[in-house]
């Protein structure tokens, strides 16, 4: 394997990482962001 192949093969796995992580945080976000939609529905009902 050349150097230019295995540089090639690094920077995909890094950007699939890259990816991976940035999927990750957006769904931990999105389920975040549906646990607080429930707590200020229910402080609505409260109120």
Do not use: C, F, P, W
């Not at 992580?21 to 646990?35: A, S």
């Amino acid at each position: 394997m050349s150097a230019m192949t295995y540089g090639m093969l690094s920077e995909r796995g890094s950007e699939n990482y890259l990816d991976t992580y940035r999927k990750e945080h957006i769904r931990l976000h999105t389920e975040q962001n549906e646990k607080i939609g429930e707590l200020v529905d229910l402080l609505k009902e409260e109120l």
